[in-house]
């Protein structure tokens, strides 16, 4: 079974920039596409940004040119660089294959003030 372990989320200022981290278990992570979702509460979670096995990137229209999706396969690990963050932002942030299979990980809380 694949662990995931979110970092790097935190309070920022409006404007500002976060990386976060997923580092996945196991070898099986470089045979799917990821994705990290964000959730805020009574909401569905959402794809925010996605990566394909051979590095092909999808954002969703509301963080499209603000923030980039990679994977490093060697060391299990995917990333979402966050910039120009706004309120609308803040959300526990999740990584996971997609589509999604198996446990969440913690997830990473991003809060963004203005």
């Known amino acids: 079974q694949v662990r995931l372990v979110e970092s790097g989320g935190g309070l920022v200022q409006a404007g500002g920039s976060l990386r976060l981290s997923c580092a996945a278990s196991?070898?099986?992570?470089?045979?799917?596409?990821m994705g990290w979702y964000r959730q805020v509460p009574e909401k569905q979670r959402e794809l925010v940004a996605r990566v394909s096995v051979y590095g092909t990137t999808n954002y969703a229209d509301s963080v499209k040119g603000r923030f980039t999706i990679s994977r490093d396969n060697a060391k299990n690990t995917v990333y979402l660089q966050m910039n120009s963050l706004n309120t609308e932002d803040t959300a526990v942030y999740y990584c996971?294959?997609?589509?999604?299979?198996?446990?969440w990980g913690q997830g990473t809380q991003v809060t963004v003030s203005s």
């Open positions: 196991g070898s099986i992570f470089r045979l799917y596409a």
């Open positions: 996971n294959a997609d589509p999604a299979f198996g446990s």
